[in-house]
C-alpha cells in the first residue's frame, strides 16, 4: 500500500488514461473492454430513469448514509429514482453472479474486490469498464492509486491489478482488535498493540473467567478477518501482500502456520466463543457489547453499531509485526461498479461519483463511517472510538500496513479459506493440513496462468 492518502502517483494517471467512451449492449469481455461513444455529466440529459442499485450496506452506520445519501441525489436529480436493494454481504456473493447473468440485471451493484467475484464478472463482460469515467470525474486527483488498482482488472479478468478500472469504493476498511475500556482497566492491561501483547491479555481475561474474544463464524466471512490479523502481524504486509497477489511466498510457509497455530492454540483453549462456528457474526459482537468479552476482531464497519451500544467504553487498535510495523488487512470496501447491461451508464457512473466522492465523505464521518479518503482536517475528539478509528487508519496507511482480503487470492479462495478456518477453529484439521489446503488451491490457480 502506499504510505500517504494525499500524495497521487503519477502511475494513477497512467492507469486511468483512456479515452472517453460508453458501453455497448453486449456481455462479452471484448465488447465491454471498449466501450465505444461520448460519455457525459449531464444527468438531466438522460430523461425520467430508474437507477436499480445493489450494495450491502446493512450495518447501522452505512444504512443511515446511504439513505441519506441516496435521497439528496434524488433531490439533485429529481429525473433519477433509485431502487435500492440491500443484502448481507454472504447474500450478495450468492445472488449477485445470477442476478449479472439475466437480461435485466442492477445498473449499479457493490462487487468484492479480487478474482472470486470482480474478476469472475469481468471474464464473463459482466461489468462495464470505468477508466473513462475516472477520467471524466478526476478520480485520479482523488484516491490514491494503490486502491483503484485493487478496483482494477485487465480487461479479460486474467490478472487483478491490472490497467482498467471496474470499480470506484466508498469506505476505507481495516480489520482490528475492538476492546473493551473498562474491562481492560480493571484488568490492569494496556491497549495490545502486537499479537504477543493480545494473547498475554486473553491469558490474563480468560484466567480471571472472562471469555477473552467474542467471535462468531457462522456466515464464514468473520473467519477471514481473524485469520487475515493473526497473519499480517506474524508475517508482515509485504510478504502476505506478495502472497495474495501471487508474487511470492507459499500458504504453507512459516509464519502462516504459526498464525494457524495461534488460532487453533485459542480455540483448544477456550478463550474464543464457545461453538463459534454455529455463532453469528452479530450475535458475537452484540455479546461484546454487553460486556461479555473483552475483545473481538472485525472491521471499521462496525464502529457506529459498537459506539452506540457502548458509548465510551469501547475502543479501536491494529497489531503491529515484531519490528513494530502496524500491519492488518483491510484497504477499502466493495467497490460500487456499472454492470455491461445498464442502460443508463452516464447516470450509473453519477450517482458513484455522488456517493463517493469529498462531500459523501462528509455524510460517511457524521453518521459513523470511515470513508475511503479521510479530510485532511478530520480530527476526533481524542479517547473516542472516531479517534482511535481515524488514527489506526492514518498510522496503517502511513506506514504501507494494510494487506489485501486474503480471499482476493484466487477465483475459488474464498469458499476454500472460510471453510478451512471453520475447520481449523472447529478442531477439525491442524495448521499444517489447514495451510497445506491453502497452498492446494493457490498453486493450482497460480499453474492455470502459466
Given at each position: 500500500?502506499?504510505?500517504?492518502?494525499?500524495?497521487?502517483?503519477?502511475?494513477?494517471?497512467?492507469?486511468?488514461?483512456?479515452?472517453?467512451?460508453?458501453?455497448?449492449?453486449?456481455?462479452?469481455?471484448?465488447?465491454?473492454?471498449?466501450?465505444?461513444?461520448?460519455?457525459?455529466?449531464?444527468?438531466?440529459?438522460?430523461?425520467?430513469?430508474?437507477?436499480?442499485?445493489?450494495?450491502?450496506?446493512?450495518?447501522?452506520?452505512?444504512?443511515?448514509?446511504?439513505?441519506?445519501?441516496?435521497?439528496?441525489?434524488?433531490?439533485?436529480?429529481?429525473?433519477v429514482k433509485i431502487e435500492r436493494t440491500?443484502?448481507?454481504?454472504?447474500?450478495?456473493?450468492?445472488?449477485?453472479?445470477?442476478?449479472?447473468?439475466?437480461?435485466?440485471?442492477?445498473?449499479?451493484?457493490?462487487?468484492?474486490?479480487?478474482?472470486?467475484?470482480?474478476?469472475?464478472?469481468?471474464?464473463?463482460g459482466m461489468l462495464r469498464p470505468m477508466?473513462?469515467?475516472?477520467?471524466?470525474?478526476?478520480?485520479?486527483?482523488?484516491?490514491?492509486?494503490?486502491?483503484?488498482?485493487?478496483?482494477?482488472?485487465?480487461?479479460?479478468?486474467?490478472?487483478?491489478?491490472?490497467?482498467?478500472?471496474?470499480?470506484?469504493?466508498?469506505?476505507?476498511?481495516?480489520?482490528?482488535?475492538?476492546?473493551?475500556?473498562?474491562?481492560?482497566?480493571?484488568?490492569?492491561?494496556?491497549?495490545?498493540?502486537?499479537?504477543?501483547?493480545?494473547?498475554?491479555?486473553?491469558?490474563?481475561?480468560?484466567?480471571?473467567?472472562?471469555?477473552?474474544?467474542?467471535?462468531?463464524?457462522?456466515?464464514?466471512?468473520?473467519?477471514?478477518?481473524?485469520?487475515?490479523?493473526?497473519?499480517?502481524?506474524?508475517?508482515?504486509?509485504?510478504?502476505?501482500?506478495?502472497?495474495?497477489?501471487?508474487?511470492?511466498?507459499?500458504?504453507?510457509?512459516?509464519?502462516?502456520?504459526?498464525?494457524?497455530?495461534?488460532?487453533?492454540?485459542?480455540?483448544?483453549?477456550?478463550?474464543?466463543?464457545?461453538?463459534?462456528?454455529?455463532?453469528?457474526?452479530?450475535?458475537?459482537?452484540?455479546?461484546?457489547?454487553?460486556?461479555?468479552?473483552?475483545?473481538?476482531?472485525?472491521?471499521?464497519?462496525?464502529?457506529?453499531?459498537?459506539?452506540?451500544?457502548?458509548?465510551?467504553?469501547?475502543?479501536?487498535?491494529?497489531?503491529?509485526?515484531?519490528?513494530?510495523?502496524?500491519?492488518?488487512?483491510?484497504?477499502?470496501?466493495?467497490?460500487?461498479?456499472?454492470?455491461?447491461?445498464?442502460?443508463?451508464?452516464?447516470?450509473?457512473?453519477?450517482?458513484?461519483?455522488?456517493i463517493t466522492n469529498a462531500a459523501a465523505?462528509?455524510?460517511?464521518?457524521?453518521?459513523?463511517?470511515?470513508?475511503?479518503?479521510?479530510?485532511?482536517?478530520?480530527?476526533?475528539?481524542?479517547?473516542?472510538?472516531?479517534?482511535?478509528?481515524?488514527?489506526?487508519?492514518?498510522?496503517?496507511?502511513?506506514?504501507?500496513?494494510?494487506?489485501?482480503?486474503?480471499?482476493?487470492?484466487?477465483?475459488?479462495?474464498?469458499?476454500?479459506?472460510?471453510?478451512?478456518?471453520?475447520?481449523?477453529?472447529?478442531?477439525?484439521?491442524?495448521?499444517?493440513?489447514?495451510?497445506?489446503?491453502?497452498?492446494?488451491?493457490?498453486?493450482?490457480?497460480?499453474?492455470?496462468?502459466?
Open positions: 500500500m502506499r504510505s500517504s492518502l494525499r500524495t497521487i502517483a503519477a502511475a494513477a494517471a497512467a492507469l486511468l488514461a483512456l479515452s472517453a467512451c460508453a458501453p455497448g449492449p453486449s456481455g462479452s469481455p471484448e465488447d465491454t473492454a471498449a466501450p465505444t461513444g461520448a460519455v457525459s455529466q449531464d444527468v438531466a440529459a438522460a430523461g425520467d430513469v430508474t437507477l436499480t442499485v445493489w450494495d450491502q450496506n446493512t450495518d447501522g452506520g452505512i444504512v443511515a448514509a446511504q439513505e441519506q445519501l441516496n435521497s439528496a441525489f434524488e433531490e439533485k436529480y429529481p429525473n440491500a443484502q448481507s454481504f454472504s447474500d450478495l456473493k450468492t445472488t449477485l453472479k445470477l442476478a449479472l447473468s439475466s437480461n435485466t440485471p442492477p445498473d449499479v451493484v457493490q462487487a468484492n474486490q479480487g478474482y472470486p467475484d470482480m474478476g469472475a464478472f469481468v471474464s464473463a477508466t473513462d469515467y475516472a477520467e471524466l470525474y478526476d478520480w485520479s486527483s482523488y484516491y490514491p492509486e494503490s486502491l483503484l488498482k485493487q478496483n482494477s482488472f485487465s480487461s479479460d479478468g486474467k490478472t487483478w491489478q491490472g490497467d482498467t478500472l471496474f470499480g470506484v469504493s466508498q469506505t476505507g476498511e481495516i480489520v482490528g482488535v475492538y476492546y473493551n475500556r473498562a474491562k481492560l482497566e480493571e484488568l490492569g492491561l494496556a491497549v495490545p498493540t502486537t499479537l504477543a501483547e493480545l494473547d498475554s491479555a486473553m491469558d490474563t481475561a480468560h484466567a480471571e473467567g472472562m471469555l477473552p474474544l467474542a467471535f462468531g463464524n457462522l456466515e464464514k466471512s468473520p473467519g477471514i478477518h481473524l485469520f487475515g490479523v493473526t497473519q499480517a502481524a506474524i508475517a508482515g504486509p509485504e510478504a502476505v501482500s506478495e502472497l495474495v497477489s501471487g508474487q511470492g511466498g507459499a500458504w504453507t510457509d512459516a509464519p502462516t502456520v504459526q498464525a494457524a497455530q495461534q488460532i487453533s492454540d485459542w480455540a483448544k483453549g477456550g478463550y474464543l466463543t464457545p461453538g463459534a462456528n454455529g455463532v453469528s457474526r452479530d450475535d458475537a459482537i452484540a455479546a461484546f457489547a454487553r460486556g461479555d468479552a473483552l475483545f473481538t476482531i472485525t472491521g471499521t464497519w462496525k464502529e457506529q453499531d459498537l459506539r452506540s451500544a457502548m458509548g465510551d467504553d469501547v475502543g479501536f487498535t491494529t497489531l503491529s509485526t515484531a519490528d513494530a510495523t502496524p500491519s492488518t488487512t483491510g484497504g477499502q470496501g466493495l467497490a460500487w461498479a456499472i454492470t455491461s447491461k445498464s442502460a443508463h451508464p452516464d447516470v450509473a457512473a453519477a450517482y458513484i461519483d455522488f465523505a462528509e455524510v460517511l464521518i457524521d453518521t459513523g463511517n470511515l470513508p475511503t479518503v479521510l479530510p485532511d482536517d478530520y480530527q476526533p475528539a481524542a479517547g473516542t472510538l472516531a479517534a482511535d478509528v481515524a488514527t489506526q487508519y492514518r498510522d496503517v496507511q502511513d506506514a504501507d500496513g494494510t494487506v489485501p482480503y486474503l480471499d482476493y487470492s484466487t477465483p475459488t479462495f474464498y469458499d476454500t479459506l472460510t471453510a478451512a478456518v471453520q475447520e481449523l477453529v472447529g478442531g477439525q484439521s491442524d495448521p499444517g493440513q489447514f495451510t497445506s489446503t491453502l497452498q492446494t488451491d493457490y498453486a493450482a490457480f497460480l499453474n492455470s496462468r502459466k
